[in-house]
């Protein structure tokens, strides 16, 4: 298997129906609008295009025509309501590590838990990753033994959250350094 297939391999999008293996392909080139216009959506996700517009000095219909690109080339996939599941009664966030199950059923069982809100399918010792939000430590207790059902698991609560919902800007060639280094 080549380098390449092989890493690619490993960029799956996960939907709770069924999993898509991505090719890896090169990002588009992205100037310093494209970069301000993902800064600015990320931040907030309800920008008319005309005040989008406004603050990335660009005309409506050139911010528009810049945002469909950008779709269309899949690097914005989406815009959502970020909610705070404290105030929806979730008063515990964890998340759980499960380990090497057969996938089909991790799948089903992902897709019958509405209590899962996050899910990755990773390397190493365990295969899952999964973050859930549940009413109490009872409702922790029942989620996490249907998923020892299937593999072993590890529980960790969270008990503050320091960042969350990241501006990702694109990544620039050489721009990776040690983050124990001190800039200049």
């Known amino acids: 298997m080549s380098v390449e297939r092989l890493l690619a391999s490993f960029a799956l999008s996960f939907n709770i129906s069924r999993c898509i293996i991505l090719e890896m392909t090169e990002a588009p080139p992205f100037d310093s609008y494209d970069t301000r216009i993902l800064a600015e959506l990320q931040a907030d996700a309800r920008l008319s295009l005309a005040e989008l517009g406004r603050r990335v000095h660009l005309s409506q219909p050139a911010v528009s025509e810049r945002v469909r690109k950008l779709e269309a080339a899949g690097v914005i996939t989406g815009y959502r309501a970020t909610v705070n599941l404290a ?52 409702h922790l207790d029942a989620v996490v033994s249907a998923l020892c059902l299937l593999s072993e698991t590890s529980t960790s609560i969270i008990l503050k959250t320091l960042r969350e919902h990241q501006v990702m800007l694109p990544a620039r060639p050489g721009a990776a350094r040690n983050p124990t280094e001190t800039a200049p």
């Open 87 to 138: 105030a929806l009664g979730y008063g515990i966030r964890a998340l759980v590590r499960v380990g090497r199950t057969e996938y089909a059923r991790m799948v089903n069982l992902i897709g019958e838990t509405p209590e899962i809100v996050n899910v990755w399918n990773v390397t190493g010792e365990d295969s899952w990753v999964l973050e859930i939000a549940v009413v109490d430590v009872a």
